[in-house]
């Protein structure tokens, strides 16, 4: 049923040319978010790096639940982006899911968006190098993998998966971190009313 349930393990960083990214999320735009942004649950947490360790990756976990500590903001400003992301990822079902801030100390816990099985393409923004990061654990090494911000953007491309072994994975910052995802031939449609509905084989 889900067009996720045949991804195999994928994870690029830069792949594509940033530059088109980089005019359109500039300064103006940065500010935009912040400015609009709205406290999800963001508080200043000097033990957030503690909340990030795991010791058991059994049993699969879809989101991050309540242990996150972020802001978010309008899903129509990742909209704005979607004909550019469009055109990188060269697919025309395309949508704009999460879409957040993490401000210093802030961060999402551990989870692998197994319900939700396809390609995920992120645009991130950071005010520092390497002051925030994506961790994932290597669906086949099981390695612990930390993969640190640029300053300025950096992109990511990695599949998820709806059946073993999953892609964990989780996000953490120690600046000012602005993330936007999309969700690239995801296993459904939204028709012009907003509803959902699941494509099948």
Same mark, same amino acid.
């Given at each position: ?13 830069n792949s594509y040319d940033k530059s088109t990214v980089e005019e359109i999320v500039n ?17 200043l947490n000097p033990n957030w790096q503690e909340l990030l360790k795991k010791e058991s ?16 903001? =309008? /899903?129509? @400003? ?8 469009? $055109?990188?990822?060269?697919?025309? *079902?395309?949508?704009? #899911?999460g879409h957040y801030i993490y401000p210093p100390t802030g961060f999402m816990g551990w ?38 911000? =640029? /300053?300025? @953007? ?8 709806? $059946?073993?072994?999953?892609?964990? *994975?989780?996000?953490? #910052? ?28």
């Amino acid at each position: 049923m889900c067009a996720g349930n045949n991804l195999i393990f994928k994870f690029d960083r830069n792949s594509y040319d940033k530059s088109t990214v980089e005019e359109i999320v500039n300064s103006d735009f940065i500010n935009k978010c912040l400015s609009e942004s709205k406290n999800f649950n963001y508080n200043l947490n000097p033990n957030w790096q503690e909340l990030l360790k795991k010791e058991s990756f059994d049993e699969p976990l879809n989101t991050s639940g309540k242990n996150r500590n972020m802001k978010s903001f =309008d /899903k129509k @400003i990742s909209e704005d982006l979607l004909p550019i992301v469009k $055109k990188l990822v060269n697919h025309h *079902h395309v949508f704009a #899911s999460g879409h957040y801030i993490y401000p210093p100390t802030g961060f999402m816990g551990w989870h692998t968006n197994h319900k939700m099985p396809c390609k995920r393409f992120y645009i991130t923004y950071a005010s520092e190098d390497k002051k925030s990061f994506f961790r994932y654990r290597h669906p086949e090494t099981k390695e612990i993998i930390t993969d640190y911000d =640029d /300053k300025g @953007i950096t992109l990511r491309e990695f599949n998820v998966t709806q $059946k073993p072994p999953y892609f964990w *994975h989780c996000v953490g #910052s120690d600046c000012i971190r602005i993330s936007l995802g999309y969700r690239v031939n995801p296993p459904y449609h939204i028709s012009r009313s907003g509803e959902l509905y699941y494509k099948h084989n």
